[in-house]
C-alpha cells in the first residue's frame, strides 16, 4: 500500500533567513524546513569527505578507529528499535568497506541487506572535543539540554548517590554514519525533543508525519507504533495507517533538516551517508518535554500497579522506572528547571542594572529572558497540578549558589548565548562578587531560605519578576496566557 504522500518539506536558504525569523517561523509554528548554505567552513566537511564525494572511511580509522560506538543491525528488531551491537569504529569501518567491495563485484551485485550496519548516536564531540568537527548554527544554540549536560548530570539517584559516568547519557549531539540502504524506524525523538541533523555527506529522504496525526500510527490501544512504513502494515492492527498524511524530503549533502517536537519520521540512507544530529529542548518546546515525561510517568504506574500493594515505596519505583526509560524523572525535571530559572533571573538582574540603555527594556534580550522565565513557570504550574510531590532543596543563599562551579558556567554560557542570538549586549559586573551582591538584592526578602518544590518555583519566578520590576505592558495577563512576543515589556517604578 502506497503512502500518502500530500507535502514536501521547504528549502530555504540560512543565511538569508535572521535568528528571529527561524524561531517565528519554525520553532514557534513547530515546521519541519531543510536549510542550506550553514556548514561551508565545517572541518568535517574537508576532512571526512573523498573527492569524489564519498566518506572518507580511512580518516575515520586512522584517527578515531579505537572509539567504541553503538551499531544499529538495520535488519534485526528487537521491541521497536533495531538491535544495538557494540564494536570500535575500526571493525565497523572494516565491515563497510568489505560491503562496499562486495556490491561492486559483478558476482555480489544484489548485497544481503540483511546485514546492513549502521553507526548511531556517537557521542563524536564529547569523546574529541579539541578536533571542533563543526559550528552548532546558531539557529540551534539556545539548547538548555547539552548545554545543561556539560555541567550537570541529568540524573542522579538521590538514594545511592552514585555517579554515573556513562557516556550514553553524557550529551545529545551525535554522528550518524551508514552505508546506502541504512535506515532509522519510525519514531518520535527522545523527550519529544527538537532535532537537527547535517548531512557532511550523502544523501537521506526523509518521511514525517505531523503531532496531529500520530494517532493514526499507533494500534487501538495506542501502545505499539509502526515500526516500519513500507512494510506491508497490518490493517487490522493499525486501522488508521492508511489515512496518514505524510510530509517527504530529500536532503542532499551540506543540507540542514529541522525536526520539530512530537513529529514521527523514518529515515532512509539512500547513498553511503554521514551525518552529526543534535537533539535538543529550551522554552519553545519545553511543554513538549513535560507532556510526555507525564505520559511516560503514567504508563510506568499503571503497568506496576499490580505490585503496588506489595511496595514499600510506590511513588520513589515509578520514578526510578521513569528516569531508566526516559532518561530523566519529575525530580531530574524540576532541579533543571529550577537552575534555569536561577540562571535567567541572575541574567535579567545583570542586564537590566548594566544595561542604562532605556531601550533595553523593550530589546529582544529581555523579551527572550521573560519568555524563558515565564516557560519554565507554566510548566511549574502544571507539574503542581499534577500533585505529584518532587521535592529538591535548593539553597538560596548566595555563598551556597556562587560554591556551584558548574552553575556559574552555566550561567556564563547563558550568556555568551544570549549575545549570539541577539547581539552583544554590554554587561559590566565583577563575575563573582557582582553576582553575590545581586543575588542578595533579588532573594533577601524572599520568604524561604531555599526552594524545593514546583510551587515554590512558581512563586520564586513570580517574586523575582517582581523584585526586578517587570510587568508586560498594557494589563497584567493571566499566567496562562501571559507572553506575547510582540508585547512590549516595561520597567515598573
Ligand atoms: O539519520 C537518521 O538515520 C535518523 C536521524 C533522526 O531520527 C533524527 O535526527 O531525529
Redesign the pocket.
Known amino acids: 500500500m502506497g503512502l500518502k504522500i500530500e507535502r514536501k518539506v521547504e528549502r530555504v536558504n540560512g543565511k538569508d533567513l535572521s535568528y528571529t525569523q527561524f524561531v517565528q517561523q519554525y520553532l514557534v509554528q513547530n515546521q519541519p524546513v531543510i536549510l542550506t548554505g550553514l556548514m561551508e567552513d565545517w572541518r568535517a566537511c574537508k576532512d571526512w569527505i573523498l573527492e569524489d564525494g564519498k566518506p572518507n572511511l580511512q580518516f575515520f580509522s586512522t584517527h578515531f578507529g579505537n572509539s567504541k560506538v553503538q551499531v544499529a543491525d538495520c535488519g534485526a528488531r528487537e521491541c521497536m528499535e533495531q538491535k544495538r551491537l557494540e564494536m570500535s569504529v575500526s571493525e565497523f569501518i572494516e565491515k563497510w568497506v568489505q560491503l562496499s567491495s562486495s556490491r561492486e563485484s559483478i558476482s555480489n551485485e544484489v548485497s544481503d541487506d540483511k546485514s546492513l550496519l549502521y553507526l548511531k548516536d556517537w557521542h563524536f564531540v564529547k569523546e574529541y572535543p579539541e578536533y571542533c568537527a563543526y559550528r552548532t548554527p546558531l539557529f540551534f544554540c539556545d539548547d538548555w539540554l547539552n548545554m545543561y549536560l556539560d555541567k550537570y548530570d541529568m540524573h542522579t539517584d538521590p538514594d545511592s548517590y552514585q555517579k554515573k559516568n556513562e557516556i550514553s547519557c553524557s550529551d545529545y549531539r551525535f554522528v ?1 554514519m551508514g552505508p546506502k540502504g541504512t ?2 524506524p519510525l ?1 518520535a ?1 527522545v523527550f519529544r525533543s527538537y ?1 537537527w ?1 547535517a548531512n557532511v555527506c550523502g544523501k ?1 529522504q526523509w518521511f514525517f508525519l505531523s503531532p496531529s496525526q500520530h494517532h493514526l500510527v499507533f494500534d487501538r490501544y495506542m501502545t505499539n507504533a509502526v515500526y516500519d512504513i513500507f512494510d506491508d502494515v497490518s490493517e487490522t492492527k493499525f486501522p488508521g495507517f492508511k489515512e496518514a498524511i505524510w510530509w517527504e524530503c530529500t536532503q542532499e549533502q551540506n543540507e540542514i533538516i529541522f ?1 520539530p517536537s512530537g513529529w514521527y ?1 523514518q ?1 532512509h ?1 539512500q547513498e553511503d551517508t554521514i ?1 552529526i ?1 543534535h537533539n535538543w529542548f529550551n522554552a519553545y518546546n519545553l511543554s513538549w518535554v513535560w507532556d510526555i515525561l507525564l505520559t511516560d510517568y503514567k504508563q510506568a504506574r499503571d503497568l506496576l500497579e499490580d505490585i503496588k500493594e506489595i511496595c514499600d515505596d510506590f511513588e520513589g519505583l515509578c520514578q526510578r522506572n521513569l528516569a531508566a526509560n526516559t532518561g530523566m524523572n519529575f525530580r531530574d525535571f524540576l532541579v533543571f528547571m529550577m537552575r534555569f530559572a536561577f540562571a535567567n533571573l541572575f541574567q535579567f538582574h545583570h542586564l537590566g542594572r548594566s544595561g542604562k540603555n532605556p531601550l533595553f527594556w523593550s530589546s529582544q534580550i529581555a523579551q527572550h529572558i521573560v519568555f524563558n522565565l515565564q516557560s519554565i513557570q507554566r510548566i511549574a504550574l502544571k507539574m503542581k497540578s499534577v500533585g505529584v510531590c518532587t521535592h529538591h532543596a535548593f539553597s538560596l543563599k548566595p555563598s551556597k549558589i556562587l560554591e556551584d562551579h558548574s552553575f556559574m558556567e552555566l550561567f556564563t554560557t547563558l550568556k555568551k548565548n544570549y549575545g549570539m542570538m541577539h547581539g552583544p549586549f554590554e554587561i559590566v559586573y565583577e563575575e563573582k562578587m557582582g553576582l553575590c551582591s545581586d543575588m542578595d538584592a533579588i532573594f533577601c526578602d524572599f520568604t524561604n531560605p531555599s526552594i524545593g518544590s514546583s510551587e515554590d518555583l512558581v512563586q520564586l519566578i513570580d517574586f523575582g519578576f517582581e523584585k526586578l520590576g517587570f510587568v508586560a505592558s498594557k494589563s497584567l495577563p493571566s499566567r496562562k496566557t501571559r507572553y506575547n512576543p510582540e508585547e512590549q515589556l516595561m520597567c515598573r517604578d
Open positions: 550518524y535506515w532509522t519514531h525523538d532535532s541533523s537521506k525536526v519520521h529515515v540512507n551525518s544530529n
